[in-house]
Structures are given as structure tokens and as C-alpha cells.
């Protein structure tokens, strides 16, 4: 077998961009995957019950999302994702749901009249966050840095938000954006992400219309193949093999190994970890911090009901301390086709350690629950399937001090670049952050190869107040 320019260790979001990118420029290259399927943690699989394509549990996209929508593009997928429109979301919590819109205001007022029609808060409350908008507004990297120690609960009270609006909005925010409780999500994550929350308006949230993972996985597959590229499943990569500076290969599970001049590693950091070599452990530091990435594990639910239970596609409970589920999706309301059938709700616990001793079936029940705050109709309706996945990383959890340990793509063991979402894209960890991750690898190895391309996206850029404010702080 021809050795390949550049091998990508991990086919999800990352390594699939990555790979495509690098096939695309003219390299020949070989992406090795574990499991059986691509797609990483957004992978799709068939429900055995219903022949349904499900994923392991329910995502959301934003408009915002321009690296992600032009890896569609590319892939002639992105007519797939079903959009919402004006609505962004439906929050359920007493006394009434409220549904949040985005408003044709100049950033930060886009969000303002939804948020004023809610019965906990009130305009006192919203105007106890100026303090904190001014700060955010003119939040730059190194910032946000700063903060990066500091839980984000214990900022916003430095920053005189007033008690009610952090228990109405930032734990929500905190444990539906940042996947962990506001009391241990870093200050700089959290403040970071509510930036581009202020700074940009009209973005709309969206779902795969199909199974997530089949949106970029088969189409990425073909794409890599068809341009001289091999992909590899069932193909577990042990080690990283090389001298003390650089990376020349990889060794596999059946004890083989493969050389090539650039390895990419698209793996979640407790996946990296056992790959590299003791000796480049022992002499960066970047790698000895792999270890104190901690996870925020997730429990997710798909729910098949014997009846139509609602018209809303997408709604969120609001925190409270004994909140499991806090996203619900049905399905048969996103899906084209599905309209007819009954539903089928998929939800998310989050940060899912309080609901680990569980049993499926107490999930479920709890689920169904949860869901009837919402939709009382389901205390009646038969739950005809249930899947429970448990899922023991969503992303890597931003805890204070992770961000500051967010890793660069290049390190310092020549030949190696690191991919994924956990990386430092300036992105919180999530499906965008994943494909930029893949495509800044890709960049790097391109421009080393005599073959220079622009493939990322810029993040997108402050509008309105946050603009004026901020001007290019956070540049
Ligand atoms: C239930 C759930 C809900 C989520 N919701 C959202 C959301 O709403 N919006 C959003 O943007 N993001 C969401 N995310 C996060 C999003 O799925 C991830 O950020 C993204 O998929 C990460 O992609 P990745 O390529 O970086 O990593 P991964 O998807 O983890 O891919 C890494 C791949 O490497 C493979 N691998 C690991 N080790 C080896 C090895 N030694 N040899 C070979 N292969 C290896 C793995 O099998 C895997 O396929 C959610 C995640 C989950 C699980």
C-alpha cells in the first residue's frame, strides 16, 4: 500500500472536514476510525423497533454555524436542515411557556422583547446585566482568559446581576449552551459564548431533517474516496510513533503501522492521551494537561408515542434544581414526512451525573413527566418505544481553568496537529467548533505542503451595540 501524505486519526465532525479538505488539495490521505460507523458523537444509527434513523441524541445548529453550513454546501446537504424561523425556542417554566423570539432589532435589542414579556423578570432585573453587557461587549481573548479561573456564578454576582435573572436565564444558559451548572462553568466560557448571544442578530436555530450523522458522514465518505483518499472503520490507532520531535505514523490495535509526514489527531482529549508517546508527555506540558479535561456526560431519550402530542418542534425547560431533561424535540414536527405519524420526542439530560443511579425505565417515566409540564396530553398516551442512550461525553466540560488549557492545532512534535472540538477555535465545544477545528489542521498541513488554502470560515462578526462598544477587542 502507497504511504499517505497525511493520516486523520478519527472520522467525526473534525476529522471528516479535515480529511475532505486535505483529499480535496490534492494529498492523498487515510482517515482511520474505531468504531464501525462515522460521525463520532454525531453519528446516526437505526432504532431496531421502527426502522427510524435516530442520532445518539438530539443536536440544534444556528445560522451562525458558517463552517458547519459550508461543509453542507460542499457536501450538497445543507437544503437538509430544517430552520425555525423567528422562533427561537419555546422556554417552559411557571407560570406559562414563553416563546423566544428574535426580533428585527439592532444587536442587543433582538432579544429584548421577548425577554421583557416574562413574569419573573423585570425590566430592573434585565437592567441589573449593564455592568456585565459593558464588560462583554468589550471582551477580548485575553480577557476572557482572565476570567477563565473564576466561576461564571461568582462573576455575574461581582457584576451586580440581580439573583433573579441568574436563576431564570444564567442557569439555564449556563447548562443548555455550556453543558455544565453555572456554579462550575468558567466565567471566560461563559461570557465568551454570550458575546456572540448579544452581538449578532437574526440567526435562526436549526435540525437535521434526517438522521444528523447521515447529513455529512456517507456524503463525506464518497467525497474522500472519490479523490484518492482511503477511510478506514474498525481501525483503532494505539500510539503515535516517532522520534522525541516529531511524528511519523501511528501504530494500530492488530500491531501494525502506517507512516505518513503529517498526523492529524481528531480525538477527544482522554481518547489522545494514550496515543502519544511517553517521551512527549514527559517534555510538554500541553500534553500532561490532556488529563484534567473532564467530561459533561449526557443521558439522552427517544420517546415513540402512540398519538400527535403537540405541534412545537423544539422546546426547553427552564433550570431548576431537579431538572433532568431540558431540551425536547419532536421529531415528527422536523422531520419532512413525518407530519402524519405520532410523536416522537427525543430529549437531553445534561451534565447527567444527578441521573446516572436511574434506571432506563425510571428515565423514561421521568421523561414522560417532564415532558407532560409541557404537553399534559402524554400522562395519557402510550409510550409505544423508548431508547435510552448514555453517553459518556458530550463535550469536553468548560470548568473553570479549561479554556486557558484549550490546546493550539500545532504542538510542538513536528508532523502532529491536533483536531476536535475541544481545541482552541474560540468556539465553545460543539459541532461548528468541530469542523473549524478540522479545517484549521487541514490549513496548517496545506500551507506546510506547499499547497496554501483559506478553508475557515472568520467567526462571525459584532453587530449593533457590541460592535460600537467593542469595537475589535475581541479580535
Ligand atoms: C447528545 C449530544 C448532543 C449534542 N448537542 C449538540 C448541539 O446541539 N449542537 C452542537 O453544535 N453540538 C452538540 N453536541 C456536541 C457535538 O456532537 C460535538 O461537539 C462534535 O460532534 C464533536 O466532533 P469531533 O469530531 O470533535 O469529535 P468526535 O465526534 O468525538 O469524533 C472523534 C472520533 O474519533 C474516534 N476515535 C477516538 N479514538 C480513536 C482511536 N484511538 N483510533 C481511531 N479512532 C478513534 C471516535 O470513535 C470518534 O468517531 C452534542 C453531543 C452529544 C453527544
Known amino acids: 500500500m502507497t504511504e499517505p501524505d497525511a493520516i486523520v486519526i478519527g472520522g467525526g465532525i473534525a ?154 436565564f444564567w442557569r439555564s444558559a449556563a447548562m443548555t449552551v455550556m453543558n455544565v451548572p453555572l456554579e462550575r462553568c468558567s466565567a471566560g466560557a461563559l461570557l465568551g459564548f454570550f458575546r456572540y448571544l448579544i452581538g449578532t442578530s437574526g440567526f435562526q436555530v436549526g ?14 465518505l464518497r467525497r474522500i474516496e472519490t479523490v484518492g483518499g482511503s477511510v478506514r472503520l474498525h481501525t483503532r490507532v494505539v500510539r503515535l510513533t516517532g522520534t522525541d520531535r516529531a511524528a511519523c505514523g501511528v501504530r494500530l490495535a492488530d500491531g501494525s503501522e502506517l507512516r505518513a ?70 421529531l415528527s414536527n422536523i422531520r419532512p414526512g413525518w407530519s402524519e405519524r405520532g410523536s416522537v420526542i427525543a430529549s437531553n439530560i445534561i451534565h447527567s451525573q444527578r441521573a446516572e443511579h436511574l434506571s432506563d425505565e425510571q428515565i423514561v417515566a421521568a421523561t414522560v413527566r417532564e415532558l407532560a409540564e409541557f404537553v399534559p396530553e402524554a400522562e395519557q398516551a402510550r409510550v409505544v418505544h423508548a431508547r435510552v442512550h448514555r453517553i459518556p461525553m458530550a463535550i469536553p466540560a468548560p470548568y473553570p481553568g479549561s479554556e486557558q488549557r484549550r490546546p493550539a492545532t500545532t504542538t510542538p512534535i513536528e508532523g502532529l496537529l491536533l483536531a476536535g472540538d475541544w481545541v482552541r477555535t474560540g468556539l465553545p465545544a460543539s459541532m461548528e467548533s468541530a469542523v473549524r477545528a478540522g479545517w484549521l489542521a487541514a490549513e496548517q498541513v496545506l500551507a506546510a505542503a506547499n499547497r496554501p488554502r483559506q478553508l475557515v470560515c472568520p467567526l462571525p462578526p459584532m453587530q449593533g451595540l457590541v460592535r460600537l462598544v467593542g469595537g475589535r477587542a475581541a479580535r
Not at 308 to 323: A, G, H, M, N
Open 15 to 168: 476529522g471528516l472536514a479535515c480529511a475532505l479538505a486535505l483529499g480535496d488539495a490534492g494529498l492523498r490521505v487515510t482517515l482511520l476510525e474505531q468504531s464501525d460507523s462515522l460521525g463520532g458523537r454525531a453519528r446516526s444509527c437505526t432504532a431496531a423497533e421502527t426502522g427510524d434513523r435516530i442520532d445518539l441524541g438530539p443536536h440544534i445548529m444556528l445560522t451562525e454555524y458558517r463552517n458547519m453550513l459550508r461543509l453542507l454546501g460542499q457536501l450538497g446537504t445543507r437544503d437538509r436542515v430544517v430552520w425555525q424561523q423567528q422562533q427561537l425556542l419555546t422556554l417552559v417554566g411557571r407560570p406559562h411557556p414563553v416563546t423566544v423570539r428574535v426580533h428585527r432589532l439592532p444587536a442587543p435589542l433582538h432579544l429584548l422583547p421577548s425577554l421583557l414579556g416574562v413574569p419573573q423578570v423585570s425590566l430592573r432585573d434585565l437592567a441589573s446585566n449593564a455592568r456585565l453587557f459593558w464588560r462583554v461587549a468589550r471582551l477580548g481573548r485575553a480577557d476572557a482568559l482572565r476570567l477563565d479561573d473564576t466561576s461564571a456564578e461568582d462573576c455575574l454576582r461581582a457584576m451586580g446581576v440581580s439573583e433573579r435573572f441568574i436563576e431564570w
Open 207 to 220: 435540525f437535521a431533517g434526517e438522521g444528523l450523522g447521515d447529513l455529512f458522514a456517507p456524503p463525506a
Open 261 to 330: 509526514r503529517w498526523c492529524v489527531a481528531a480525538v477527544p482529549p482522554s481518547c489522545l492521551a494514550p496515543l502519544l508517546p511517553e517521551s512527549w508527555a514527559a517534555r510538554h506540558a500541553m500534553i500532561g494537561d490532556l488529563a484534567s479535561f473532564a467530561p459533561s456526560p449526557y443521558i439522552s431519550s427517544y420517546l415513540w408515542f402512540d398519538r400527535k402530542l403537540t405541534r412545537e418542534r423544539f422546546w426547553s425547560k427552564v433550570w431548576s434544581p431537579d431538572t433532568l431533561n431540558y431540551d425536547f424535540y419532536d
